[in-house]
Each structure stands twice: as structure tokens, then as C-alpha cells.
């Protein structure tokens, strides 16, 4: 029989679905039933790819005893983090103040009024390694819920209260400076690992915001250190098994220092920020390894992620099956020697071991290696190397794949939408860029409503039922603005302009010109999150300050650009303390100290050769930030074109930037050197 959860367009919650547990998806009613029952809530609180998650579902959730005790004592509910991340903001800091740390599958008992009184994340089904089992705690938790009501009210009371009291120092509301930003670099510097790339030890994330901070320093200042740490790290990410050497994409992260063996699910989001720093890199440096990285994860996700609708799934899983019917994590990733010697024969099998670093022992489990690329080009002939990749690919591709989670997220496919333009415009690829446009497309006529309010979510083409986030509003404006640089279509700018408007009256504090994560109007939590500090992805704090910037550059709307710096105040305080962790700050810091740059290009079509030629340079142009407009003169598509005519009948550009401009060029060289001055 299946529970509450049969008909949400969850992934996560249809796994849950057939579950014996009576679960709830988060909702009003789910907390009446348990005020009406007079018991506590179970909040379980996950992501599809999730490997725990699943471990826990399978051991407790499908459990007939367990879930007979759950279903008698508590009301359980089960949410989706990346549907909710306002609901996994509030309790996943509840659990770290509680705990001091935090993870999924996240596991919080609740009183009926949603105010947390215990924490945990993954339960056994035994005691082991100092854990009680699933089943003990929640036998505990109900002895206390009936014989100790008034001390765990209390506890609750208290958690909330504290929570309340929490609220960020926000410094002194002004934009970093030079000072602010060297300091930061710095504090990177201290963190570096020089043998292996990336900051920290195990397990190792990939750093994208800070690589970004890292490029756009470098160009702004010249400090070849920062570059430096940017180059090595994204090549050491490249060669190891943290990325899929035959299908291109990054895995979540590394469990070790040596970026060998990956947590092997492959987000979007992941993948839409790599993808952008490994084209930026090229744009830098000119490297070979950066062009291909960004080409191969390009073509990961449009191959892989995208769906029948034309945006971009979230997410495929870390465990498939490995051909016996049991799932089991990296799968159908690696590789021991015999299954090379399968595809390949004896003598390819060989050089494809030295090449990917596969050996007996393994560097995985059961002998599977992870492949790599351990040493540099040249150790084997590219066109064999080409050659093997692609009839292990092939072979791979029989294999039972992992599954994926469908579901499209507004802030992702933003991300995924200015990841995939650049890219296609750097390579001269205009099918990542049309995969681009129909991402948008998808986002504007499913996501928005008539007042440009963002839905979250949607899946097989249907919307979800949860609102945006700051961080959809931010980086969807962000995938507008990059697309509206690249197509000289301004109605992308339009849009970004609507969704800036909405960061500006519904999410912004109008006293401090700090930010929250949730709009005035949303749904009331116990604690309205709000966190300036990068995760996974950009926080929403510092994309809406980038997103704010970007629009103002364009327009020269002044209260975007004031909100915009008022938000990086907290850039300063907290960029030279804890730089890994507000990398995206950073990095609009940098674009707000250049200026940034505004560049308009006008020809007299954008088929124009040379207003073709003037576009890509101004594209390819490294000042930090830098916005770009296209297209013919007096052309009412973007504000940055008007009373900009044609030079003597050519095609010309115009750089401006802190109220000041250059004299127009017609002249590519001349361009180029005014944007990586």
C-alpha cells in the first residue's frame, strides 16, 4: 500500500514511496496529525543520490518492525534537500550547533509545532562503532516524549531560541578592497596543498567558487601565485579519478587527499561550475588540458543530464548495479585488469593499465581501479589512447547505468545555462549554446508565473509545488545575464531584470541590505535562514550580490549596484578569515573592484564578420566580470548600445567602466589589450 508520498514529483520521496513507514511529505497537515495525535514528528531529510540514504531506507525504512514502531509513536515526514533547501538550512543548523557536525541523511525529532529536541544523521540498524541502532533511539525518544514532555518542550524552546540569537556579524557594509582581497589570497595560500592541488585534506571537494576568485585576482593584479594555484589544482582534479576519463563530468568529491577514488555521484551543479572555471582557465592560459575539460563536461551533461523537456536533470547516482542485481557504490565506473583484457585484448590492455593507472591490487575495492591519468601526455600515442577511451566507453555503456534523479532545479540549470553559453561561444560550439537557450526557455515558461516568481522545481515538465530560493532568483539571473552577453539577445537581460527586482523586495533586509535565503512571503520556519557562506554551490547571498552587479553594469540602475554593495560587506568581513568558504564573494568582490567592465559591440548585423571577430574578443576578455552587449547601433535590445554609431562605417567597440571610456576601437589587438589590462 503506498504512503502520502506516491504522487510528489520527488525522485527522493517516490524512492520512499512503497516504504512501509506512513510517511508525510513536509506540510501543515503532517503537523496537525501529530498536534491531534499528541506525538512527535519524525523529519528525515535527504537527496536521491545519496548513498546513506539509500543504506538507511533499505535497513530501517523498508523495515517491517521498524516502521510498525514509527508508525505508532511518531508521524514521519521525508523531504527532499534540494526541493527544500530552506527546510534543510534551518534543521541542518540546528544539528551542527547541537552536534558540531552535520550530513545526510539527516535525521531531527520534532514537537508538533516543528521545533527540534534531538539530532542525528545516519542510524544503524545495531549498535555499532559507538552508535545506538535506529531502533534504540527511537525507543529512547518516545520514553522521553511520554514520561519527560516538560524537559524536551523545554530543550526545544531553548534550540529555537538560540537559533533566533544566531544572527550573522555583518560587518560594515562596504565592498572589500585591495586589502581585504590580498588577505584572502593569503589565508588561500596557507590552505594549499602544493604536492596535490586543492585546499585541505580528505576528503577533498573541488573548490570551483575559489578557483574563480583565484582567475579573476590574477586578472585584475597579475599575481602569478594565484593563477598558479588555479592551474595545478584544476589539473590534478582533471587527472584523477574524481573525473570520468572516458565520459567526461566531475564526481561529487574526492575521499582522499590524492583526488583518486571519488564519491562517484556526478551533480549539475558540480558540473555546470567546473565546466565554467575549466573554460575560463583555457581563457587564461590557453591550455590544451582546460579546452578539453571544458568540451568533455559540456558534453557530459547535454548527453547525460538533459531532459526531454531541455533542461537538466540534478543528479545521477553513485551506486548501480554491478551485473549480479545487488547495487553497489562505483560500479560502473571501474575497472579491474581482466575487464580491460575483455574489451580490449592482451597487448591494448596493457597500455591501457599504464595509461589509466589500473593495477592488480586496485585502487578502489575487490582490485577495481578508478582510472586516471597519472602521467602526462606523451607516455602513449594519442591516437591509440583516443582509440581505447572509446571502445571502453562503448564497452561501459552496456553496463547497467546509475539511475538519475530528473528532476530540473531552477538555481542548477542556471548555473548549467551560463556554464554551457560560454563555453559554446569560447569553442565555437553553437549547439551548447542552443542547449543553453532551450534551458532558459524551459525556465521561463515553466518556472516563472506572470510575476516573474520562480517555482523551484519541475520534473517530466510538470512544476513543483515549492517556491525559489534566493539562490534560484540569483542564479538564474546569472545564466540570464551570461546568455544575453552571448547571443545579443536582450530579452535574456529583460528577464534578469525581473528577477533582480525580485531579490531587491522580497529578500533583501531594506535596513542593513543583508540577505535571506527565503522571501518575506514564503512559508514560516522556526529561524528564516540565511548564510552567506558557499556549500556545494554559490550561496545565494553572494550569486544575488554577482546577479545584482552584472545587472547594474548593464543598466546602470543604481539601487541594483547599491545592493550589490551592500551585500559584499560581509565579503569583507568574513573574505580574509575564511576565504575557502565565501569563494563566490570573492570573486564578484574582484568584479566590483575592476568596475566591472561594460564593453558594447555595434556592427551593422551580428553576422557581420568583423562585429563577429569584436563579440568573441570582448567574450574572451578576462577583466573580472566584464558584461557585454551586441548588436547594431541604436538597437533598443540593451541600454549599453544607445548613441553607440559605427566608427567610419566599421564595426567598433566600446569599453567603459567607473563612469569613464575609452576612445572606440575597431581594431580586435586594440580590445584585447584594454580587457586584460
Known sequence: MPNRLAHETSPYLLQHADNPVDWWPWSEEAFAEARKRNMPVLLSIGYSSCHWC????????????????????YVSVKVDRE??????????????AATGQGGWPMTVFLTPDAEPFYFGTYFPPAPRQGMPSF??????????????????????????????????????????GEEELAQALLGLTREYDPQRGGFGGAPKFPPSMVLEFLLRHHARTGAEGALQMAGDTCERMARGGIYDQLGGGFARYSVDHDWVVPHFEKMLYDNALLCRVYAHLWRATGSELARRVALETADFMVRELRTNEGGFASALDADSDDGTGKHVEGAYYVWTPEQLREVLGEQDAELAARHFGVTEEGTFEEGASVLQLPVRDGFVDAGKAASVRERLLAARSGRPAPGRDDKVVAAWNGLAIAALAETGAYFDRPDLVDAAVAAADLLVRLHLDEQARLTRTSKDGHAGANAGVLEDYADVAEGFLALASVTGEGVWLEFAGFLADHVLA???????GSLYDTAADAERLIRRPQDPTDNAAPSGWSAAAGALLGYAAHTGSEPHRTAAEKALGVVKALGPRVPRFIGWGLAVAEAALDGPREVAVVGPSLDDEGTRSLHRTALLGTAPGAVVAVGVPESEEFPLLSGRPLVGG??????????????PTTEVERLRAVLSD
Open 83 to 96: 526541493e527544500r533547501p530552506d527546510v534543510d538550512a534551518v534543521y541542518m543548523e540546528a544539528v551542527q
Open 650 to 663: 566599421e564595426p567598433a567597440a566600446y569599453v567603459c567602466r567607473n563612469f569613464t571610456c575609452d576612445a
Open 506 to 512: 522580497r529578500f533583501t533586509d531594506p535596513e542593513s
Open 135 to 176: 531502533r534504540q533511539v527511537l525507543q529512547g525518544v518516545h520514553q522521553a516524549w511520554d514520561e519527560r514532555r516538560d524537559e524536551v518542550t523545554e530543550v526545544a524552546g531553548k534550540i529555537v531560541r538560540d537559533l533566533a540569537g544566531r544572527e550573522i556579524s555583518y560587518g560594515d557594509a562596504q565592498t572589500p
Open 54 to 73: 539509500h543504506v538507511m531506507a533499505h535497513e530501517s525504512f523498508e523495515d517491517q518492525e521498524t516502521a510498525e514502531y514509527l508508525n505508532a509513536h
